[in-house]
C-alpha cells in the first residue's frame, strides 16, 4: 500500500515560521511531481506550491516569497518551509504526489495519491 504521511502542523502566531513534512512509502518505482494543497474554512482547496522530480518549482501568488517548496528524492519527502505565517495562510494543508507504481501483474501504472492533511493554524 502506498501512502503520503504528513508532519509538521500546528499552532504559530502571525510572523512566524512552520515547516511541514511529507514522506511517501510503500511499493513506488518513482515519484514525478509533488504538492502542497490547502483549504481553508468555508474555502475551496487550493494548490499552495509544486515540484517536479528535476527541482522545478511553482507558486500561488499569494506565497510567493514566504513559502518554500523543496524535496528529497532518496527519501522521497516532499518539504514546505513557511515563513512570515499570516492568519489568512490558516488552513489544513494536504500534500499530493504523482506516482508509479508496479502492479501485480507487473505493469506499470500512474497513481496520484494525498496525505491526511495538517492544519495550521496562525494567530494573529
Known amino acids: 500500500q502506498v501512502q503520503l504521511v504528513e508532519s509538521g502542523g500546528g499552532l504559530v502566531q502571525a510572523g512566524g515560521s512552520l515547516r511541514l513534512s511529507c514522506a511517501a512509502s510503500g511499493s513506488i518505482f518513482g515519484i514525478n511531481v509533488m504538492g502542497w494543497y490547502r483549504q481553508a474554512p468555508g474555502k475551496q482547496r487550493e494548490l499552495v506550491a509544486a515540484i517536479t522530480r528535476g527541482g522545478s518549482t511553482n507558486y500561488t501568488g499569494s506565497v510567493k516569497g514566504r513559502l518554500t517548496i523543496s524535496r528529497d528524492n532518496a527519501k522521497s519527502t516532499v518539504y514546505l518551509q513557511m515563513n512570515s505565517l499570516k492568519p489568512e495562510d490558516t488552513a489544513v494543508y494536504s500534500c499530493?504526489?504523482?506516482?508509479?507504481?508496479?502492479?501485480?501483474?507487473?505493469?506499470?501504472?500512474?497513481?496520484?495519491?494525498w496525505g491526511q492533511g495538517t492544519l495550521v493554524t496562525v494567530s494573529s
Open positions: 499530493d504526489a504523482a506516482v508509479l507504481v508496479v502492479t501485480a501483474t507487473g505493469r506499470f501504472r500512474s497513481l496520484e495519491i
